[in-house]
């Protein structure tokens, strides 16, 4: 018994780093200390008896590690430029809005939004894949090879559904345009080419915004339309270009398989997105169609919302900051999964501080746009936050699910309830409730940040 104070004091420093009784236990047998000694010298019936001991006399005091360097770092000025880009476009829109009116041509330019988005949005994680390896170069051969794959395929479902609503040739090309615009944009954005997409907006942007000063006709006057279409072909020679020396390669099945979610997703929020615009454009019977005014309404929140994703990268990549940052400091999973969900609460609420301020400022520019559309479309844009931030973190099934039956919801509560604006409201209010509440429980386990 009296050789047990020194055991002590000399056991004292790596109880205090032990995780648990094994770990002293196999540092006393390491030492020599064997169940015998143990009971002939420190009174205990066995090593383990007196690694508790030594626990209960001292508790786990782990010394500060410095924290290793995180590999998320935030560049503010890209992210809040990336949002300029994603609100540009509705901008250079405007050029050729006027080509595009009636129920079929709606009809085609959902469409062709629908498979463009969805498109997108799978280049985009297969490029991001192959950069996340430290693999630039298989990065752009995979962009280059589903630019022109994935485009070829989507432009040909976009003119096989012109062909058989027979729009007009200019609804055609304008969909074309949409469709060849987002993929190559997508290129340039995911290879860190904003500046070359701000150069390639400008003469669409630079004519839309000169046609709509002027009034009248000039927004669809040749030198208008001319700046959009120099806008599409300049994208194009952006993504060529970040591509160059690529040669156009397919990614693997597992890349495939695993960019089928975030395909999903796009095709999901291009719907969400589109809903209210879309029933006013081809309301179904007994629908309150809104008319100009509606539309210019969803055009003021959907620019801001648009420009808020760039707020909402920045603030992804500032989350996955932190929570690294934690998961390096704290000493229990309860610490970490407090510093977790205090760090999602606090960037969700300043995603929609900065929304709810952009939709604002969009209202005072359209009288007319209604407090349910407003509301509906601020937490459709909460919904798609957190949903991406849980996609960050490969939490991809429930996001999908979620917002394809939000999608749904809307799509049957529209013949019950005629008014598009109050039943996006329900279902995007729904759809975030949901995903916050799965978020804070999925994004507090440790295991999701290693």
């Known amino acids: 018994m009296s050789a047990y104070p020194e055991l002590s004091r000399r056991m004292a420093p790596v109880c205090a780093e032990a995780v648990d009784d094994m770990e002293v236990a196999a540092v006393l047998e390491s030492d020599g200390v064997t169940d015998a000694t143990a009971d002939r010298l420190y009174g205990s019936p066995d090593v383990f008896h007196l690694a508790r001991r030594l626990r209960a006399d001292h508790p786990r005091r782990p010394s500060a590690v410095p924290p290793a360097p995180g590999p998320w770092r935030a560049q503010p000025w890209r992210h809040l430029l990336r949002g300029v880009l994603f609100g540009l476009p509705a901008v250079c829109y405007l050029a050729v809005s006027g080509v595009a009116a009636g129920r079929r041509a709606g009809v085609v330019l959902v469409v062709s939004v629908l498979l463009s988005w969805a498109a997108s949005q799978a280049l985009a994680y297969l490029g991001h894949v192959r950069l996340g390896w430290g693999d630039r170069d298989g990065a752009a051969r995979v962009l280059r090879g589903g630019l022109l794959g994935l485009g070829a395929a989507v432009l040909a479902a976009t003119a096989a559904t012109a062909a058989a609503l027979h729009v007009p040739a200019p609804v055609t ?215 991406l931030l849980l996609m960050t973190f490969r939490v991809r099934g429930p996001v999908v699910a979620g917002a394809a039956a939000a999608l749904a919801a809307d799509a049957a509560l529209l013949t019950a309830h005629p008014d598009p604006d109050r039943v996006q409201l329900i279902t995007a209010g729904a759809l975030f409730l949901g995903l916050a509440a799965y978020a804070s429980v999925a994004l507090s386990r440790a295991h999701r940040h290693l």
């Open 173 to 387: 090309l304008v969909a074309a345009a949409q469709v060849t615009y987002l993929l190559a944009a997508t290129v340039a954005l995911v290879l860190g080419a904003e500046w070359l997409l701000v150069a390639a907006l400008a003469p669409g942007v630079g004519a839309a915004v000169t046609g709509v000063l002027l009034g009248g006709d000039a927004v669809r006057s040749a030198p208008v339309v001319c700046g959009a279409v120099g806008t599409v072909l300049a994208s194009v020679a952006a993504a060529l270009w970040v591509t160059r020396g690529a040669r156009p390669g397919p990614p693997t099945r597992a890349e495939l398989r695993d960019a089928l979610p975030h395909a999903a997703f796009g095709l999901c929020v291009a719907g969400l997105l589109l809903f209210v615009p879309a029933a006013r454009t081809l309301p179904p019977p007994g629908v309150v169609d809104g008319g100009p005014g509606g539309a210019a309404a969803g055009l003021a929140a959907l620019v801001p919302l648009s420009v808020s994703m760039g707020v909402a990268e920045w603030l992804l990549v500032r989350y996955r900051a932190d929570t690294h940052r934690w998961l390096q400091r704290a000493v229990t999973l309860r610490q970490f999964a407090a510093r977790a969900s205090l760090a999602l609460a606090r960037g969700t609420a300043v995603y929609l501080a900065v929304l709810v301020a952009g939709v604002a400022a969009g209202a005072l520019l359209v009288t007319r746009a209604a407090p349910a559309a407003l509301a509906g479309y601020v937490a459709l844009g909460a919904a798609l936050f957190v949903a």
